[in-house]
């Protein structure tokens, strides 16, 4: 008896040993987590392969081994390797040591990209990149993403951006955080978690922090002029960091001052033979003011609590005038007019979030917990003058508020698995007011979804459902309508690292939406966008619901190629006609159609032909083809391409190039000429880096030329703005404060010892 009990005690002891899993975290100098960097268990006798792994978003690891002496070999570009022998199934935190000189020779992008299911993560850091003027001019380099007009398009959507895990307000805040100080950028063509109706992905970035006692920050400034039309804006922006003992500050202002500028001309075609041609100039002096502060908290070792206060307002002074000209084809009669809209247009938006963040288990898994309060005030005042006579005054007041509270939990296991689950809850209430017309609305959103992911050593795999439900109670003087519905929404991924080294892979994605129904396609007041042409909002309107599909390829991390189909129920498109009570005036109404078929292909090329150039080539297709009940119309294919390239020549000089041109194309009833443009810039350092100077040009540039087909009507539109412009920018950097030694990473971490690669 003694025999046996004593041979049990000594199995199970030795399936403990040889059943533990390692665990830990790898962080860089300032603590950040390394994504992506490589885990390497190797045998104590001979140094062998035995496992390996990746970090995760977290900069976590879980491996299994079965001797307690083996050793674990870290690595990641730009970084000298790590050992440490194994004496327990906690490692700790381990802080890699960077590489300054490999660094130097570091400049391919995609060498720092880390695949997953859903997309991908990058740390810009060392690749060139961090130069670039501005963050979005970086995002141009990256897979799928392309910029237009200084938004961030996710395979041509728009995507939800977090920084630091605060959901941005709009994409002009990303102007207040230079590319050096990005530290990892994780992209999800998938919006896990955003709810049913989001289609553009998610970006996630994470700035670098500030080393205890130090702080930060820059101030800059920009004046712009337009070569046809002279001053066009100034943009002064000011941004600090700080970090003390366990409080982290971050704050931003940015003042944009900027004139709107639009010379077009608008030519209507009746049926009835009426002809209509308005020549206008648009002048808009904008001004436009946002600032946050980000407050952290680390409670401990595990949980932080964070606070997030933005407030902006943005006040528009317009002025259009408009020369019309109206006749009969077969008469010689024609009436002249000039028309001159003018008035102010005011907005404020203020918005608080407080989030709640704990590490449940040392495998990563995390609680957060987000509550996120938004306010938006909109005033516009319009008013007409026709040859120099007051016609008309119209006011538009809207008011919206957002209440929004968000759980997620993320559990990890070992193996690389993953689960995902959370909530949402969203109540918003909708107030406008335009002249004697009174419309409130109340929408009750909750949602929630679960999403879970794995890997083998090849295979990567995610699935995951998003259940919602949408109210939304619409009161007019009329009466009260009512919308309600429930969506489940399946989401798919699936990727097969065919050469994990070289990085050639193969993926595809599934996932179902729908679309979002904003208030403003629902209330049914007029709004005129000029004195003939108005639009108006549609009660009876079905939510559209999609299915996408998405093959990506890869090959040896420099060539992408990615194909989409679509199919959506119930498009919402825009109707157009003539108004019954005044035949020189014509509406835009959203209608529901049958179906809408979309087929589209994107392929892209990075490449660093030397140590100083990178460049991307882009190119996409795309068609689609509309059904509803009184036609069917299949648009030609149009092609969009994109040439970007950065330059370092010197570590103090660098500059840009880039051009992107959009062919001849159509979409449901209207169709669009050729558009181009080509913009370079120039930058120069000094004062070791603190001093930057830089100039930017767009070069080249065409005007947008469109058709629109419409009951009744044909329109032409031209807009004949000269855009060429040259914009000179000059930013401070400052650093200083106390810089004392980190506290200790965590009590369980084992010693390590450094060793440096062999030149």
Known sequence: MKKFILILITSIVVIQVSAQNIRGKVVDNNNSPLVGANVLLLSKVDSTYIAGTTTDNNGTFFLSSQSNGDILMFSYIGYYNMYHTLKGENVGTVKMQENTQMLDAVTITASRIVNKAQGYSIRPSGTGLENCNSSQEMFAFLPGISVSNDKIMLLDKLPVVYVNGVKITSQDELAAILPKRIENIEVDYLAIGEGATE?????????????????????????????AYGYNNSSPTFVFDASIGKWTFNYYAINSHKQLLEDATNNYRYDSSLYTNTASKTRSWMNNFGNRLNISYELNDRSTLAVSEYIGYMTIKNKQSNTVETFWEDSEDMQQSEVLLHGPERQFAQQTVAKYSLQTDDKGSNLEITADYLFQNYHFKQFEDANNVRVSADSTMEKTSMLRFNPKYTHNFTGGKELKVGADYQFIRYNDKTDNLTNHANAHIPSAYANFSGRTKTLMYSVGLTFQY????VRTAEKVTLFDDFYLCPQASLMWMIKPKSGTMLGIM?????SDMPYSVINGYRKYSTPFQYTTGNPSLVTPREHEVMVRFALNRHISAMFVYGREANPIYYDHGVDEQNENITWSRPENGEYRRMLGARIEFSYTPVKWWNTKIQAAAMQDKFVSDNETLKGQWGGKFWWNNNFNFTPSLGGSLNGYWETKTSFENYYWQPVGNVNASLWKSLCNDKLRLSLQSIILAKGRKSRTEGNGYTSYYHNSTKPTSFTFSITWS??????VRQRSEAKSIQKYNKIEEKK
């Open 199 to 227: 289609k553009g992905g998610v970006i996630r970035i994470t700035t670098k922090k500030e080393k205890n006692g130090g702080f930060s920050g820059y101030l800059s400034a920009k004046v712009g002029v337009l070569t």
């Open 510 to 514: 599934y996932q179902s939406t729908v």
């Open 470 to 473: 949408n109210r939304m109670e």
């Open 734 to 739: 400052f650093a200083g404060g106390k810089k």
